[in-house]
């Protein structure tokens, strides 16, 4: 009984308001520590030497005058991180990412690293060390890499998952297909087809605190890792795999995080830092430059897509297929497979196709980026669709409407939808306000759908009760952006007791049972799952422990509003009892009370938006503005809408700076060429309007108050959406984003010319 | 008998069928007996499948039930930001 | 060789030795314990280390140390009265205008020395009197939001 997750409609005291967040003072007073704000003992500078040539093989690394430096107190290469993954491919990827073995695969991969007494000596440190590298061609573009003469990052990478197996290697790691029906049968059927190429450039997850840690490894085998990351208890288990350690003998704590969006997920150059501390045997802090940051951490894919869609006069799409191209750095992942899944997720087809290819290149190895791999597939396909409406002279919304997924769907990546929010979305698009206001002179407004799925997965969460009958709430996920306050929300709703009666806190590794990261928008969504089963284990102990000051048996005690109620008549007489009186006796009825809960936190649903936009297109410049946003997403129950509002504005503006500025600019000669804030232009307070929100509510039935995740779906639609509103401000359409101003000219430019010819 | 479908990635390892048939009444029991059946999904199973039952994706939990006639369908572990 | 150098530092004489190509960031962080003032970028791009100097706002990592020599620092640590906070402080808190909160020391620096020039800003005038600080969480809509409501309770209206 106490673990049935499934969704009960009720009516909230605590979920659904919009306290003040528990680390609000912390943060606007300058006292909350994040990663390069802790300090150890005695800690050493320590420092990442880093390859500036894209592709080549290290023929030997010459440490000995570095070593001999007065102040240098460890000097590594990949020969103190040696290989113990024992065959786990994506660890191994890992540890070569986090220190190069044989040859470097991209400008910035690291290859040795110092640790000196100061900065100083440990920015001469590396200087000394000498590399001799054999520098081998390199391929950045995803188009170029798969090409059959590509330079090859692997000798050994033959295709996966392809028709027949390949006879040679290549850049394609992996090919993966989705979908059912009959494509070819589809467009047949139709009375327009457009098929078009779509690009996308490479995008960082920009979170404005750089990585950072502080690591200290003792002889005995035993380490503290203080670390700002999404998952403390996943940087445990790597950095434990990695450095050949006891998993309980390191004990990871998690700072307050600066941002992540996906690229805080698995280590970069956290088992470095430990690795050195054991050499050193002093603990060694390091902190990523801003340069580090966007040559050596995980920005997104690259993307290369070609989408081809038949409709029908009447707007029914009779048919969707896409190939999709995901650079993926030097390493296989799963974003191809990811946009192949996500694509066409928002529509009920009767045909669909998707391959997803994972392309290897020469640029650093790509991370997670906030509902990963789904913005670039579906601004292609939102694109397309936005094209068909128009040619058959219908609305691109009604359009979207007919063709929309519902319960009972198949939807395009296999199982059958349950009980979804796309269709709700796009009828409160319809009705949204923004959709009649008037559009001034170049501007176009547009609107598209996204998808993204959500994670559970295992979660370990404890409720204390203090002496005094307030609470604390322990829990393991990281808090990124306010999910303290709706953790406590949830727990204070279940005991029946008030918001500002329940503390919760992060804690580390040695505190709780392992927890998975704060990605996949799963943080509220398992912890407070967790947390509501570990509060409903608490009232199962005061209800003993009432039992036990009343002398009666507990099977006659009930809990209600944060109070023990002896059940009836012949109790007539006995005053309920407070949280605060149970407590109180605690001593004397069994010891501390205490719930607790260790689950996998599964059903987490799926996900989905629809984003209105209207953009003005300077036609003198080429400059696009986006003058007015609107978000509609589906948060099943919003905990605290406050911050469900925030990530709703925050996702939409990542997706506009994606959409219209930010890009990863490589030269001919394969280094990046704008690692830093000055030349990757992420979007500022002057370029953005207010960001509306409208939250829908359709309870997610695998959660006991209806939560579904909300953290990424919001980034997925911009892209699209930004897309549609240039087109239509000039009828012109853009197919490679950024659409940043040189873009738009030359589109605009191109569209004269035809028009003349 | 219960129908399995397969997503692209572990087709292959079933020569090339969308569709597998397997007896079983728990997660942990089909991806046993996939194995079995099926040698080639090892190493997919190794590094991670979800199980869609009725649309329900599960990540981790094998002790979960496959009820009668659900749709099963087999689904790459997925990564999030 | 390192100078020393005497300051105030939120209205308090500090005295600190620094070599002469140390920044005034790294300064504050690592000499004087103020990690309130944040790295974000040290390019000064991105605003999180922002401080106002003798009354003007600067981005830390683009002064050096010595020359704080004889002036007047403020840091976010500076910015409540005791156990009051500053209008700005509590309307952040209250409006949501941070997640994460690493750039929200900048941004209330930044806000701080935009009201004291400009009490009645437009929405406009704060937009661009933060465009030189970055948050990559809220979108903005609630930083202006909470500085709008932070303004109007510190004109008393």
Known sequence: MPLDASYHAKSFKSVGTRPLRPDGIDKVTGRAKYGADHNMPGHLVGLILRSPHAHAKIKRIDISKAEKLAGVKAVLTAADLPDLTNGDQGMFDILDNCMARTKVFYDGHAVAAVAAVDMATAKQALKLIKVDYQVLPHVTDVDEAVKPKAPLLHEKCFTEGGESKPKNPSNVAKITEFGHGDVEKGFAEADIVIERNFKTEQTHQGYIEPHACVASVSPDGTGELWVCTQGHFVYRNHCAMLLGMDVSKLRVTSSEIGGGFGGKTHVWMEPVALALSRKANRPVKIVMTREEVFRASGPTSATSIDVKIGIRKDGTITAGKAELRYASGPYLSMWGELGAMTSFACYDLKNVKTRGYEVLVNRPKSAAYRAPSAPMAAFAVESVIDELAKRIGKDPLEVRIQNAAKQGTRSSYGPVYGPIGIGPTLEAARKHPHMKAPLGKNQGRGYACGFWFNFGGQTCTDVNVGPDGTVTLTVGTVDVGGSRASLALCVAEELGIPYDQVKCTVADTGALGHNDMTDGSRGTFSSSMAGIFAARNTIEVLKERAAKMWEIPVSDVAWENGHAKAVGSKYGNLAPLSLKEIAAAAGNTGGPVAGHAEIVADGAGVSFATHICDVEVDPETGRSRVVRYTVIQDAGKAVHPTYVEGQYQGGAAQGIGWALNEEYIYGKDGRLQNPGFLDYRIPVCSDLPMIDTQILEIPNPNHPYGVRGVGETSIVPPIAAIANAVSNAFGVRMTHVPMSPPRVLKALEAAKKTKKA | ?81 | MAVLVSTTVNGDHAEFACEPNETLLDVLRNRLALTGVKEGCGTGDCGSCSVILDGRLVCSCLVLGIEAEGRKVETVEGMAHGAELHPLQTKFIEHAALQCGVCTPGFLMAAKALLEKNPDPSEEEIRFGLAGNLCRCTGYDKIVRAVQDAAKVMRGA
């Open chain 2, 1 to 81: 008998m219960a129908d399995i479908h397969l997503w692209g990635a572990l087709r292959p390892a079933a020569g090339g069928a969308s569709v597998v048939q397997v007896e079983a009444k728990t997660i942990r029991e089909l991806f046993r007996k996939l194995e079995d059946a099926y040698p080639g999904m090892t190493p997919h199973l190794a590094r991670g499948v979800a199980v869609s039952i009725d649309g329900r994706i599960y990540r981790d939990s094998w002790e979960t039930m496959l009820p009668d006639g659900a749709e099963i369908y087999l689904l790459p572990r997925i990564q999030g930001g």
